[in-house]
Structure formats: structure tokens, C-alpha cells
């Protein structure tokens, strides 16, 4: 399955960003998707992840609360909604899918490239 993530851009605190997943080549349905970052010189961090079959979600700490991450099967597509961001949410975001939904990035088989996200004060 390619994935490619799309949605990012320049945003002042407190504001709002929509993050898109699309997929291709496979159904997403049939896959876990999961939302992870980077910011320079830190590494790779999750941020949300989602089930395939149940929608169950999970969040880390430090998004819980202001982000929320979705899926539409019918077009193939995972979302991050983002409310509320600050400074420290600026990093590369990238999308990624796998069997199960986990906090764990080896648990993810498929990764898209990422979007900017620049959150300024």
C-alpha cells in the first residue's frame, strides 16, 4: 500500500490543522493507521493511532485531549485532526500502516512520506 500524507503547513499557536493519510495499491481498511512525527534532531515520536476493525484509538500524552485521529474507508483515508497546537507539535508528520495499531513504529509496515508542520508563537 503507498501512502501519502498531505495537509501540512505554517499555523500560529492555538490554531487548528487537518491532517490527510491517503492510500493506494491497497484497501486501508484492512490496515491499522498510525500517525508519527520528528522534529529535528529528536527522534521519531508517535502521535496517534487508530484500529482497523473496531476504530478503537490511542493517543500519546502529549497530543491527548487536543488531536484526534479518524478514518474514512471509503476514500481510503486516515485524518489527524490537530486543535489547539503549540510550538512544540512543529515536526515532519508522517503517516503509516500496519496490522495492528501500537505505539510501536516496527509495528508499522507501510510508511508515506511526510508534511511540514510549523507551529510559531
Known amino acids: 500500500v503507498q501512502l501519502q500524507a498531505s495537509g501540512g503547513g505554517l499555523v500560529q499557536a492555538g490554531g487548528s490543522l487537518r491532517l490527510s493519510c491517503a492510500a493506494s495499491?491497497?484497501?486501508?481498511?484492512?490496515?491499522?493507521g498510525g500517525w508519527f512525527r520528528q522534529a529535528p534532531g529528536k527522534e521519531r515520536e508517535f502521535v496517534a493511532g487508530?484500529?482497523?476493525?473496531?476504530?478503537?484509538?490511542i493517543y500519546a500524552n502529549s497530543v491527548k485531549g487536543r488531536f484526534t485521529i479518524s478514518r474514512d474507508n471509503a476514500y481510503n483515508t486516515v485524518y489527524l485532526q490537530m486543535n489547539s497546537l503549540k510550538t512544540e507539535d512543529t515536526a515532519n508528520y508522517c503517516c503509516?500502516?500496519?496490522?495492528?495499531?501500537?505505539?510501536?513504529?516496527?509495528?508499522?509496515?507501510?510508511w508515506g512520506q511526510g508534511t511540514q508542520v510549523t507551529v510559531s508563537s
Open positions: 503509516a500502516a500496519g496490522d495492528r495499531v501500537k505505539y510501536d513504529p516496527l509495528a508499522y509496515d507501510y
Open positions: 487508530i484500529s482497523w476493525r473496531s476504530g478503537n484509538t
Open positions: 495499491g491497497r484497501t486501508f481498511s484492512r490496515y491499522a
